[in-house]
């Protein structure tokens, strides 16, 4: 089967030949580390690829990001980098004082200045996929049809961090001043307009995100979070839904008390630190309710394991959440500090002919 029948057939679980394949290399991998991204993904050609889509520049944009200094991005948060080939962090939040609300307006120019025309699975001249994920275009073995998922700015709850400032915020959601709920709707309204947008492609699947968990907890109550973050993703479900895409969703932490909610509203896939929670109390809950878009533990066993111990967490995961009829990724996060040959033997763990252990 091709690529793009081996994810549909996995999100729906309608027995895949094997567990598709997804990288994602982080910046400093495409900037600093090029001949191995491009080995890598000659090796193990995704089955996801992502469009060949740009938005437009936004107004208050200075900077170069993933260089060390600093650089603004479109909602004019000003972003610190002290390392080159990571993202950084908000110093300087633009709505520090609430004040600055009154005339706020949200960067739509780069939506209207966007060019989501080519959105469709694109050859190159040798007759060879691409893709755009993390580092940039990379040419990849093969000629088969992709998955084609299309990577949205949607992180209502981070944006909110990045224009308030995290500490400012999480004191607004203690006291929820009225001014909380008008940036809360004032970002959903722009995330609705751009998820109309991706909705009208040919894309296959569309992704948001937000990182919810710290390391054993989330972030805010389950209570809250359902009250006041939870209605805005259904919104974004329902819309992809109608337009016949699949769902995607990534938060890193500890999310477990939120599965059955991405659960509810339809979420077909979910990327989250599967080794933040319990993996084997996941699978008993959640296995063939939910697609788990990955992942293999990015803080210790790839950054700091031997390719055996990747195959170990890789074998943990299948056992857990693999029943043979799919529902599960082969998905891996290279950042810029796990060797190639571990990222090399996630992949080859998923490509052994294991029989699947019933958790």
């Not at 947008?197 to 359902?226: K, Y």
């Not at 938060?251 to 979420?267: H, K, N, Q």
Request: hydrophobic share 40%; proline share 6%.
């Amino acid at each position: 089967m091709d690529s793009r029948e081996r994810v549909v057939r996995t999100l729906r679980f309608e027995h895949p030949d094997r567990a598709p394949r997804d990288l994602w290399a982080l910046p400093g991998i495409g900037m600093f580390r090029r001949p191995e991204l491009d080995a890598m993904l000659r090796r193990f050609p995704p089955d996801i690829t992502r469009p060949y889509a740009r938005y437009g520049r936004g107004e208050r944009e200075q900077g170069v990001p993933h260089l060390v200094g600093t650089y603004t991005d479109a909602w004019g948060c000003v972003w610190h980098v002290a390392e080159p080939g990571v993202i950084g962090e908000v110093k300087a939040p633009p709505l520090a004082d609430w004040a600055a609300l009154r005339h706020y307006k949200p960067p739509f120019e780069i939506l209207d200045r966007a060019d989501f025309r080519r959105t469709a699975p694109v050859q190159n001249n040798s007759g060879q996929y691409a893709t755009a994920q993390g580092a940039g275009l990379a040419a990849l073995g093969g000629a088969e049809k992709g998955f084609v998922l299309a990577g949205t700015t949607i992180r209502p709850f981070e944006r909110m961090q990045f224009l308030r400032g995290s500490e400012a915020l999480f004191l607004d959601l203690a006291g929820e001043p009225p001014e909380l709920y008008t940036l809360r709707d004032m970002l959903h309204d722009f995330f609705l307009r751009e998820l109309e947008m991706w909705c009208a492609t040919e894309v296959d699947g569309i992704s948001f995100m937000d990182d919810w968990g710290a390391q054993n907890a989330l972030l805010i109550s389950p209570h809250q979070w359902r009250a006041m973050f939870k209605p805005l993703y259904r919104d974004y479900v329902e819309r992809i839904h109608r337009a016949g895409k699949f769902a995607f969703f990534h938060s890193d932490g500890y999310i477990m008390d939120i599965y059955p909610d991405l659960i509810e509203i339809g979420v077909d896939a979910v990327n989250s630190q599967l080794f933040c929670m319990d993996i084997e109390e996941i699978g008993r809950r959640y296995r063939g309710k939910i697609t788990f878009w990955g992942e293999i533990d990015r803080q210790q066993i790839l950054p700091f394991g031997t390719p055996a111990q990747v195959r170990a967490a890789v074998h943990r995961v299948r056992a857990a959440l693999d029943d043979g009829r799919g529902g599960v990724f082969a998905q891996c996060e290279w950042g810029n500090d796990v060797p190639a040959e571990n990222v090399a033997a996630v992949f080859e763990a998923w490509m052994e002919n294991r029989q699947v252990e019933q958790a």
